[in-house]
């Protein structure tokens, strides 16, 4: 397809002067304002054409609303308010045109260098960046003309910059180009561009995908022995002008992740190996990403030699029986989104979400797959016209045809709105109303419930569709077969049934359903129930058969089973429900750990029952209304304790279901478990302290807060976390014991009662434990107290406390307990926090700590994050070095360690690096977060339940285990190389 074929035309009506879509600003007051400093500024810059927006109402109401909406257009427009000059006199897409040329040109000149064209490309790519805001924003642009721009910004910025870096490589004898003038002809240099940028469908804040391509045969190469260390060598700095952070900002962060096995290969590849890679080692995964390979840059027609190379490996005529298994692997994936009920609007990630964008193109990209090689028509890039494609040969309907395209571009176009807000690679809706609202606004809403309802009924249309099109799509399986359980023989035909399902082991399978047919376990004990659970055996087979490790998934259902007290409820559920049947499958054959909770304690289970889960984010306000609910009118102290574990678990299990899911992140996961235990102690501290009063009465003056340290404190808990905790107290200065029928002192009464609160969250009872809890980060750790005096903890931290002391402290946020407690705390620590401190003696002390965790504990494999080189806790000490060497700005209390990081000033860390690292931590979040929830205890990778691999995937939107581990070490590297940077460079103060 021709890029340039696809823009709006070239109308030449000025922009400004066109129909305007108006927008709702969020405070009409703050909107004006804007305005203002926008025309003052222009005034400066002796700009005619913007003090024109006096006399025109509607672009001055589009223009104001604009800039309330956006913090980061309004932040680029009031710097440089001439990017909107030319359109006082000519139309957008022509200013895009000529744009486009004006970056073309920009590595041309003789004299040029890399600072230069590093420069002049950000300027001119933020330029674009605005101008297709504008576009889209006003109406002006469809979806696919915002898209179309946005990949053409981005394929005329590479090329300018292939250009410049050639003529530099030919100019210095490492290459030697057939025509200087024309550096790509012939240079040997591929560039493709992969997935949305390959597409023409790149979204507002793109990363772009490239793989990098040599074709040895070039005669511009004129050493073959040296063309890949030059090329990759070319190639780095490509990422580098493109990518790297200066004051002007980034042109296009670059993901080189897609080439073959990039864990063990250079950064260029020459064709003929890469080739041999597809040819010999290629995964189906890699078949579906070269569906949408387009060369844009560098020699383009190698480019298209090596496409039609490759045409064989990705349209094949006939589908093998790996392929297959590998679409129905793919299909797998999106099943695992599938949910309950309602979805939940806020904090939904429109890409990767329930009813979200990949779901269209994945149904896309497997029909491709399937079909391409018999159909032609298929072998398109782009989602919206392979669509088409699909409807035009009878494969869906015209109504499902223009129900999707249409909910596609809605869905496109409130993911560029997201990403508007501040320029971020996210898709995630904001939670909180006031950015809610700004992308409600930006979609040409007035409020924000409209927006919400619309969203959540193009979701469900979306889930709905996908659910009937792969019902629709080729039944690649067959007919069920035999299935025969009768008598003490296995049945052949049955036998090979169960292996065309999947399972490896069919007669131990067959073991398995007699034993349920039999009524040897107490749930198949009725007639009722076992009938019910024949009826189901087909449904259940296929489903579990269609995971990774099918026999070990129906195993840990039947131990599920085996500890049921009954089963007719669960079977009838299950045949009347299919999408709770595909969550059990996702966890029996993902997520030992909650197979395990469920095995021990079916009646958990329960609450996925309630079709509102998914809908509802696990917010404080959400949990807190559902616990005290739960506790009702309970008085008896004991009573308590068993409701606070019961509805501790049972949330527990529910928001690990919504992460298991993708209903929500990590990062929400994290802040949903700490929220959860906070309301759990703060409960369970209520019920300690009136139970000891009883006995003791109390203290005059006594107030009580507890201090939440580590993951608690940060709000980043897992599944599985133990909760780090300190007790502080205060009463008045004159109370020498506590007044009731056994008085104590305030010092033993505090003890006794942090012990009987150490009892009450961690011992076992009937209903599990509460939380493993841990006192040791209190003053003087275990030798001291497990009560502390406010004042004590006051002294204790600002004379006598080490380094490692107050790093931890960081991290410590007010929990349970007296709130008007909270604020003196929360100050204390502050100050704490912000004492003057030597900087080097800190950057030494955090050096010495980390060198000791890794002599006393090495990591277990590159898998445990927490310890590798380059892993969490590199992450965390960089966070609490700069908070104590005072390079955060603003508080830090109840923040995250990206959250922390994103704060980081930008004299301890350039912006760029700490980008990556909160990218970083974000990632270890996601990856921690889910193999905490689905393992117990430390599990190494060849150990990992495939169900798990594929949920690791998703959550870092790679296609498999080997490229989320390349990842991961390339994450890690570059994490571990700037914390040994940032402490060189501190102890050299």
């Avoid at 609490?880 to 930008?906: C, D, H, M, R, Y």
């Amino acid at each position: 397809m021709n890029a340039k074929a696809g823009a709006a035309s070239l109308d030449e009506k000025p922009f400004f002067s066109s129909d305007l879509r108006e927008l709702t600003p969020l405070d009409e007051k703050n909107a004006a304002a804007f305005l203002r400093d926008l025309l003052e500024n222009a005034a400066k810059k002796q700009s005619s054409g913007i003090a024109a927006l006096k006399d025109n109402k509607p672009a001055a109401r589009f223009l104001s609303a604009v800039l309330d909406l956006s913090p980061y257009l309004r932040n680029v427009l009031l710097r440089r308010p001439m990017i909107i000059e030319p359109l006082f006199e000519i139309g957008l897409p022509k200013r895009l045109e000529v744009l486009m040329q004006e970056i073309a040109a920009c590595s041309e000149s003789d004299t040029v260098t890399e600072a230069g064209i590093m420069t002049a490309l950000r300027q001119l790519k933020l330029e674009g960046h605005v101008l297709i805001a504008l576009g889209d924003l006003s109406g002006s642009f469809t979806t696919k003309d915002a898209t179309l721009w946005l990949s053409r910004l981005a394929e005329e910025s590479v090329g300018a910059a292939v250009r410049f870096l050639l003529r530099d490589a030919h100019e210095a004898g490492k290459l030697k180009l057939p025509d200087p003038k024309h550096p790509a002809k012939g240079s040997g240099w591929i560039i493709l561009a992969m997935g949305k940028f390959g597409a023409f469908e790149l979204n507002y804040s793109s990363d772009i995908d490239l793989i990098i391509f040599i074709d040895e045969q070039s005669p511009a190469i004129t050493d073959p022995y040296e063309c890949v260390e030059t090329f990759s060598r070319l190639t780095r700095r490509l990422v580098r002008i493109l990518q790297d952070r200066t004051a002007d900002g980034y042109v296009f962060r670059t993901d080189l992740r897609l080439r073959p096995d990039p864990g063990s290969t250079p950064l260029a590849i020459p064709v003929v190996a890469a080739l041999n890679y597809y040819e010999g080692r290629g995964q189906n995964w890699e078949r579906a990403a070269m569906i949408k390979a387009r060369p844009v840059a560098g020699d383009i027609d190698a480019g298209k030699r090596v496409l039609a190379e490759l045409a064989p490996y990705v349209w094949r005529k006939y589908l093998d029986y790996a392929a297959i298994a590998d679409v129905h692997s793919i299909k797998r994936q999106i099943h695992a989104h599938k949910g309950h009920g309602e979805i939940a609007v806020r904090g939904h990630n429109v890409k990767l979400g329930r009813g979200g964008i990949r779901e269209i193109e994945f149904f896309v990209q497997t029909q491709q797959l399937i079909a391409g090689g018999r159909f032609p028509q298929l072998r398109g890039s782009r989602t919206v016209d392979m669509l088409a494609a699909l409807q035009g040969l009878g494969w869906i309907s015209i109504e499902a045809r223009d129900t999707l395209v249409q909910k596609y571009g809605f869905l496109r176009d409130v993911e560029h709105r997201i990403q508007m807000i501040a320029d971020e690679q996210t898709h995630t809706l904001p939670e909180d109303d006031e950015n809610f609202l700004r992308v409600a606004h930006m979609m040409g809403y007035k409020d924000g419930e409209t927006f919400a309802e619309d969203f959540r009924q193009a979701l469900q249309t979306v889930e709905t569709h996908y659910a009937a099109l792969f019902e629709q799509a080729q039944d690649l399986t067959g007919e069920t077969g035999n299935l025969v359980f009768t008598g003490d023989v296995d049945d052949p035909d049955t036998l090979k049934t169960l292996e065309k399902f999947g399972f490896k082991r069919p007669s131990d399978i067959c073991r398995v359903i007699r034993t349920w047919h039999f009524g040897r376990y107490r749930a198949t004990q009725s007639a009722e129930s076992r009938e019910r659970l024949t009826e189901l055996t087909p449904v259940l087979l296929k489903a579990f058969g269609a995971t990774s490790r099918a026999d070990e998934a129906l195993m840990r259902f039947d131990e599920m089973i085996k500890g049921l007290p009954a089963g007719i409820q669960l079977f009838s559920l299950l045949q009347s429900n299919p999408r709770l049947l595909d969550l059990l499958v996702l966890i029996m054959g993902a997520a030992p750990r909650l197979a395990d909770i469920i095995t021990r304690k079916p009646h958990i289970f329960d609450g996925m029952l309630d079709p509102a889960i998914f809908a509802d984010v696990p917010t404080r306000a959400y949990l807190a209304e559902r616990l005290e609910g739960f506790l009702g009118p309970s008085k008896v102290y004991e009573d308590i304790l068993d409701r606070l574990r019961i509805f501790a678990a049972e949330h527990r299990f529910l928001i690990g279901i919504r992460l298991l899911t993708g209903a929500i992140d990590g990062a929400r996961a994290g802040k949903a478990f700490s929220d959860l235990a906070d309301l759990v102690i703060d409960r369970a501290l209520q019920a300690v302290i009136n139970e000891f009063a009883g006995k003791h009465g109390k203290i005059s003056g006594g107030r009580i807060a507890i201090l939440g340290m580590g993951k608690l404190g940060s709000r980043e808990l897992t599944a599985g976390s133990d909760i780090d905790l300190i007790l502080l107290y205060d009463h008045d200065e004159h109370a020498e014991e506590s007044n009731g029928d056994k008085p104590l002192p305030p010092s033993q009464y505090y003890m006794r009662l942090t012990q009987r609160l150490i009892a009450a969250l961690s011992a076992p009872t009937a209903e599990g434990v509460l939380y493993e809890v841990d006192f040791r980060l209190r003053p003087s750790g275990n030798k001291g107290p497990v009560a502390t005096h406010i004042d004590a903890f006051r002294k204790y931290q600002r004379t006598d406390a080490w380094t490692w002391e107050h790093m931890a402290l960081t991290r410590a946020r007010p929990v349970a307990g007296d709130i008007a407690f909270f604020g003196e705390i929360e100050q204390e620590v502050t100050e704490i926090l912000a004492l003057p401190r030597d900087t080097a003696k800190i950057a030494k002390d955090v050096a010495e700590m980390r060198t000791l965790i890794e002599t006393e504990k090495p990591p277990r494999d590159r898998w445990d994050l927490k310890l590798v080189p380059g892993g969490i806790i590199d992450l965390e000490f960089i966070a609490q070095f700069a908070v104590l060497t005072g390079n955060v700005e603003g508080p830090v209390i109840a923040q995250s360690t990206a959250e922390v990081i994103a704060k980081l000033k930008p004299d301890c860390v350039e912006p760029a690096t700490a980008d990556g690292l909160v990218q970083a931590a974000n990632l270890y979040t996601g990856i921690t977060q889910i193999i905490r929830l689905c393992l117990n205890g430390d599990v190494k990778r060849e150990d990992f339940p495939p169900g798990l691999g594929e949920l690791l995937c998703r959550a870092c939107d790679l296609p498999d285990l080997d490229r989320v581990e390349t990842y991961l070490n390339e994450t890690a590297r570059s994490v571990r190389k700037t914390f040994d940077s940032l402490l060189k460079s501190a102890r050299k103060q």
